[in-house]
């Protein structure tokens, strides 16, 4: 056993955690920021991980990039509100599809890359409920405002929301099985 098989799950979720620290300042993209990867992070932490230690690790993470992106950086603290505790089930949905998704990573073929975009999809259009659910229901933000009102208005943030993390989370996969492929004997990553 090689150096990066005997430390493969330490060097994933350093890997993954430079990828939300890099990405967490801007929700959809910009033209000098990339769209966050945080739902794709915790998604592959728990494919490639699978430990509950990964799910704690990203989540005092990210709540610790929130603090100083709004306390240094002057990002908006607009989202910070009683619904911001709601990010753990939302990023915890997209660890578990993950962790249940790894059994299809095992074996490549093109029903097993269906199932974990099922997966990686499905959770990923939970995960936008649950944050712009608890969002609606707890911020206060919007007491005149009728639920069918509010889905209207944020449904037209769905597309950018699921593409980056489909996006991430796809790229990913894709380049750790090219890697397996490729270096099959050496750098097991299976």
């Not at 799950?9 to 430079?18: F, G, P, R």
């Not at 610790?64 to 619904?83: F, K, M």
């Not at 249940?100 to 997966?119: D, G, P, V």
Request: hydrophobic share 50%.
């Amino acid at each position: 056993m090689n150096w990066i098989q005997e430390n493969q799950k330490y060097i994933t979720i350093l890997a993954l955690s430079l990828l939300m620290a890099l990405t967490r300042s801007d929700h959809f993209g910009s033209a000098i920021s990339l769209p966050d990867a945080s739902l794709a992070a915790f998604y592959l932490a728990g494919l490639f991980t699978g430990g509950i230690a990964s799910l704690i690790l990203l989540l005092t993470q990210a709540a610790l990039l929130d603090y100083i992106a709004i306390t240094h950086w002057q990002v908006s603290d607009y989202c910070i509100s009683p619904a911001y505790v709601f990010l753990i089930p939302t990023y915890a949905v997209m660890f578990l599809a993950g962790r249940w998704s790894a059994k299809y990573y095992r074996t490549f073929n093109i029903n097993n890359s269906i199932h974990q975009l099922s997966y990686l999809f499905m959770a990923g259009s939970i995960a936008f409920l649950i944050s712009n659910g608890s969002f609606y229901l707890l911020s206060g933000k919007f007491p005149d405002m009728s639920v069918l009102q509010y889905s209207e208005r944020v449904i037209k943030y769905y597309p950018a929301y699921i593409s980056s993390t489909l996006l991430y989370g796809v790229s990913i996969v894709f380049f750790t099985r090219l890697i397996n492929l490729l270096f099959k004997e050496k750098y097991s990553l299976a």
